[in-house]
């Protein structure tokens, strides 16, 4: 598609439950990140993939948040037993290059975000 | 840990003023970009700065990145109501972008 696709766009999930979200990447991005984005706030680096690879997973809060990236489009970040803190708005953003060491300028590092999957955790 | 504090956290001005957005950190980035967001919705790049001194201009909206690339600043001229939104700027750390909280900026007509 045009553009970065994240379903569902609003999830209410009870306390304990486990949830998945969805992101469907511009097609050809090499670079997948996922960020975590409260009520007001600018967003919160959760994870980063370049193509399959899970370069990075330092953002991630705890053990019972999980992303994957099996062929290097569609990404599925997933909570286990979430909590009332987990409530946000998780973005998905892909770009054309992988890093940001590379070609700044080119266009290559430009991130495109998806609208978001709104959680909220009773 | 690096950070980027922005101010105002919230500004509403009438249209036709000008206002000027901050973004400041300790920390030195190799670039900095400002993004901008509207409910619901993604955050939308508008910038790249690179260069220390740095000024870009984007219609009535101006950018510049500090000499020592540790702030930057946004300006907008004669703001309209199409301006509303939430304004973030974000400096690049090897995969990671850092970004900052964010200014929600409300232009009244």
Known sequence: GAGVSQSPRYKVAKRGQDVALRCDPISGHVSLFWYQQALGQGPEFLTYFQNEAQLDKSGLPSDRFFAERPEGSVSTLKIQRTQQEDSAVYLCASSLAGGWGTAINSGANVLTFGAGSRLTVL | ?109
């Open chain 2, 1 to 109: 840990t690096q950070l980027l504090e922005q101010s105002p956290q919230f500004l509403s001005i009438q249209e036709g003023e000008n206002l000027t957005v901050y973004c400041n950190s300790s920390s030195v980035f190799s670039s900095l970009q400002w993004y901008r967001q509207e409910p619901g919705e993604g955050p939308v790049l508008l910038v790249t700065v690179v260069t220390g001194g740095e000024v870009k201009k984007l219609k009535r909206l101006t950018f510049q990145f500090g000499d020592a690339r540790k702030d930057s600043s946004l300006h907008i001229t004669a703001a309209q109501p199409g301006d509303t939104g939430l304004y973030l700027c974000a400096g690049a750390a090897v995969y990671q972008l850092i970004w900052g909280a964010g200014t929600k900026l409300i232009i009244k007509p």
